[in-house]
């Protein structure tokens, strides 16, 4: 082995090391991130970029802080960064809290915790990224508002003023008529790929590839090119434990996978890029086992058989 050679090898070990320290922590950051973002796919992309920042930051530490606040600080400070850079960032400065009871455990409070779990995770971009937060973590993660100050660096008070506001927007959001949706279809693209891929004709698939496609398999590797992308299938067809269904999430069109026909709900999900009918880019989930228990993939049945 190289000198170069051994690095690397040092370097991917020293990878799978951080990603088991972390695997604990990984499914609660895809709850805040996914609710932060408004999408369970761009959520997922901020605890990557997040992950990535603080692999790179523990080697400029001298000891290891407190893990799990440590990740949240990272987590929020990303997604506050691609809110900004998407311009989505509602600004409202936090006032000092009036007359905010104490006591957090009573009846409404416990109604509020239910309220925020129950909500779509598109539906907290109506709140303000603080009030985002200060919800997120308290009704959904359990933190303690002490916890939330300090991971915020905030005074409790204004937590207290956030989750109020954020509390009272949701039960106004939840309390309001529900807007008529368009119905949800398949494109055709889609749903020859699901055929395609159900019936593991891969020779019909990679026809369905643009040159230069690029395969994000998340977690995993990342690929371009069709040829090197066409490796992809290859280790699909060795195992049998999916099935694809096509559905939406979060306003996005997807292909559903279940490993199991009795599965309740799919496992995770494959997202397409299309381009003039073929596909320019592919997002595979099946490395991240924890985006199933988020993801509420509306499935349309009867199109992938």
Not at 107 to 117: D, G, K, Y
Request: net charge negative; charged share 30%; proline share 5%.
């Amino acid at each position: 082995m190289t000198r170069d050679e051994g690095l690397f090898a040092k370097l991917q070990e020293g990878r799978k090391e951080f990603l088991a320290l972390v695997a604990e922590v990984r499914p609660d950051l895809l709850r805040y991130c996914a609710r932060m973002m408004g999408s369970i796919a761009e959520g997922e992309d901020v605890v990557q970029d997040s992950l990535a920042r603080a692999y790179y930051e523990l080697s400029q530490l001298k000891e290891i802080p407190p893990l799990r606040p440590w990740l949240f600080r990272i987590a929020h400070n990303r997604a506050l960064d691609c809110l900004r850079r998407y311009e989505r960032r509602m600004s409202e400065p936090i006032e000092v809290a009036v007359e905010l009871a104490d006591d957090d455990e009573g009846p409404e409070s416990m109604l509020a915790r239910e309220q925020a779990v129950r909500s779509a995770v598109a539906r907290f971009l109506e709140l303000t990224p603080t009030q985002r937060s200060c919800v997120i973590l308290k009704d959904v993660l359990d933190y303690s508002l002490e916890e939330i100050a300090l991971l915020l660096e905030f005074s409790v008070q204004a937590v207290k003023a956030a989750l109020h506001r954020g509390r009272a927007r949701l039960r106004e959001l939840a309390a309001a008529a529900p807007e008529p949706h368009a119905p949800l279809f398949v494109s055709p693209a889609v749903a020859r790929y699901a055929v395609l891929f159900n019936a593991r004709d891969w020779d019909g698939v990679r026809a369905m590839l643009m040159d230069d496609v690029r395969l994000d398999l998340v977690s995993r590797e990342k690929r371009v090119g069709r040829a090197n992308v066409g490796h992809y299938f290859t280790n699909y067809d060795k195992v049998h434990d999916w099935c694809l269904v096509p559905g939406w999430l979060d306003g996005r069109e997807v292909l559903a996978v279940f490993r199991n026909p009795a599965d309740v709900r799919p496992t995770y999900f494959i997202e397409l890029t299309l381009r003039d009918e073929r596909v320019a880019a592919i997002r595979d989930f099946r490395y991240v086992p924890y985006i199933g228990r988020e993801a509420e993939i509306v499935l349309i049945e009867g199109t992938a058989s």
